[in-house]
């Protein structure tokens, strides 16, 4: 296995790869909607700066691997588009602040749905802290889950593995592109704008452009509901980690998580092999429930979360055969 990884690939590649493709798909759309809504931006000239770097770093990956092409070179090029997706992101807040906030739409439909919010009862129901770690594990868990997928694929399965690569970081910009559209900030942002005890009592203002108007700041938790479990707990401290890492006010429906979670379940599925279906299913129930445990979603982005991915899983499987 370890030649075949170094060995130099006697019919390269020369063009850009399908994954590649994908995300300079989508720097060119937000490229073209940053210019037309610049004024109304407030920090253009750095998002086309990022974007600028996206490129260069995807194009220097692709010359070390024309340099020499190997299934090791391949694999640094897929790891940098998923590296790129903890900045891509939080690109999606500045974009998708400049709109109204719709939260108070979603709460009322959770509301409806339940007659009451799961984000506020679930965590004070359940607040062992065996349960909160587990909770915090589950959370936790997404990056190893479409990491891990992706790396079996590459070690176990590597006739797939670019198209696993491409079905998991498509994903990722099919729901960003939700996301810059729709300003859902999700539980912990708006309960804290609008105020917990209107909240609890049914009532949901429209805070309309406030996360447009405020400078915001993850570290600042004037801006954030304390974020439930057990605060000594390893997993909770792992949390608040990835949390502070980059979280934003943005992109609460569907849940990407979720979302990315079926996916990662689904390839599981095609493996065929039950350790590795096994292995994935425990954290991906826990990550369902866990991202309105902790105040992320509501219970009804977790819901969409299942069927976006889904439709995602089936879409960029088939855009890919299309492709190829």
Request: aromatic share 22%; charged share 15%.
């Amino acid at each position: 296995m370890i030649k075949k990884i170094f060995a130099v690939e006697k019919k390269s590649r020369k063009g850009l790869m399908a994954v590649e493709w994908i995300m300079l798909a989508y720097t060119i759309f937000t490229t073209l909607f940053i210019l037309v809504t610049w004024v109304r931006l407030a920090h253009p000239v750095d998002m086309l700066w990022f974007r600028a770097q996206s490129v260069i770093l995807t194009l220097a990956l692709w010359g070390v691997y024309r340099l020499y092409p190997s299934r090791l070179t391949t694999l640094f090029r897929v790891c940098g588009q998923l590296l790129l997706l903890s900045w891509w992101y939080p690109d999606t807040y500045e974009l998708n602040r400049i709109f109204p906030n719709l939260d108070h739409l979603f709460a009322g439909y959770e509301q409806s749905l339940f007659g009451f919010q799961p984000a506020l009862t679930f965590c004070q129901t359940f607040s062992h802290p065996i349960f909160s770690e587990l909770m915090a594990m589950g959370y936790v868990s997404y990056y190893l889950l479409f990491v891990g997928i992706v790396f079996f694929y590459f070690f176990c399965r590597y006739e797939h593995f670019e198209r696993t690569a491409f079905i998991v970081v498509g994903s990722f910009f099919l729901f960003y592109l939700i996301f810059d559209f729709l300003p859902v900030a999700g539980p912990q942002f708006y309960f804290k704008a609008a105020g917990v005890d209107q909240i609890a009592q049914g009532i949901f203002p429209n805070i309309g452009d406030y996360f447009n108007t405020i400078q915001f700041d993850v570290h600042n938790r004037d801006f954030i509901l304390p974020i439930p479990g057990w605060e000594d707990g390893m997993m909770y401290k792992l949390l608040i980690m990835a949390h502070d890492a980059g979280e934003r006010p943005t992109a609460a429906f569907p849940s990407s998580h979720v979302g990315v979670a079926t996916i990662v379940m689904w390839l599981a599925w095609e493996t065929k092999n039950r350790k590795v279906l096994f292995t994935c299913l425990p954290f991906a129930v826990l990550l369902f429930f866990s991202t309105f445990y902790i105040q992320a979603h509501y219970a009804i982005d977790a819901i969409a979360g299942l069927f976006f991915g889904t439709v995602f899983y089936f879409f960029l499987k088939w855009g890919y055969k299309l492709s190829s």
